[in-house]
């Protein structure tokens, strides 16, 4: 199963993930945590066969009612 968006390609992106701050105050300026990498998964749902990120998939639904709408 992909991660990949059938509307706009939207797919896995990577990146790094230190949590704690540097500069706490009282503190030392010391590194608090490590870097450590992140894989940043699209948020992907199944609709009508088909696979969309949330941003599609309001784009579509908001489309299907405009439509029903005017037939109307």
């Not at 968006?5 to 993930?17: A, H, K, L, P, T």
Request: net charge positive; glycine share 14%; aromatic share 8%.
């Amino acid at each position: 199963m992909s991660y990949v968006c059938d509307n706009c390609g939207r797919g896995v992106q990577y990146g790094e993930s230190g949590r704690h701050g540097r500069g706490v105050a009282g503190g030392r300026w010391k590194k608090r945590a490590q870097r450590t990498r992140k894989v940043f998964k699209p948020n992907l749902h199944k609709y009508m066969g088909s696979k969309y990120c949330t941003k599609c998939l309001r784009k579509i639904k908001g489309q299907r009612i405009t439509v029903v709408a005017a037939a109307a």
